[in-house]
């Protein structure tokens, strides 16, 4: 998209699984919501024909090969960017996207495929405005998920494979990556987040945060 037409914010939410990215997103869309700004919440794998496909993958991994299982993280992506993150960029929307192309660097990364690699073929994608990348020790993430969450470890949440995309995600360089220590407690994060929320919108067109 040429920069003249896109009015909009992209802020992306990246991290391995339990690092509570999903639980901050929330956060930030009401605080944005209740303040008025034009703010719209979506994720990847998305809810489309790609991204139920996707789904399957969870409970069994060896479905697909891996060349299919990027090329399927890349049509639900290009079909998310056309059908709503590009008009909504237009239409001036801040964006709130749980996961983006940086996952696809780290978790498909992990699997064989060269990150940067993986990042060429997303651009077609547009670049976040910002990307808040939640780090956590892999087992802490773990933890939060098993008991926590009281869920079971799906086929992308298994320990060692984990650790592998936290070392993609840590050997990342890009100016929009903002990484946060997710350690802490849930409002000690939500504070370090309104913190870059409020530096990109002074930026930015939309009105200042206070
Ligand atoms: P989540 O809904 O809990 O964030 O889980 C989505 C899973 O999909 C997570 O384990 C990461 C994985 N994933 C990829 O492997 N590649 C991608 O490009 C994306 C967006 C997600």
Redesign the pocket.
Known sequence: MDHTEKKGLLIVFEG??GTG??TQLQLLYKVLHDKGYPVVAT???TDGKYGRE?RQ??VNRKKFSHEK??EL??A??REHVDELLNPALRNGKIILC????L??????G?IGFDPETILNRNSFAPDPDLALLFQTPVDIGVTRIVSDRGDTL?D??QIESLKK?AEIFSGIDRPYIKRIDATDSIESVHQTVMGHIATLFASSSFLPLN
């Not at 749980?98 to 192309?101: K, M, V």
Request: hydrophobic share 35%.
């Open positions: 391995t699984d990215k999903s994720r990847e794998p996707i993958l969870y299982e990027l993280f890349l639900d992506r749980d996961r983006y192309f996952s696809t660097a780290a978790y498909q992990a799906n992308f949440e995309v």
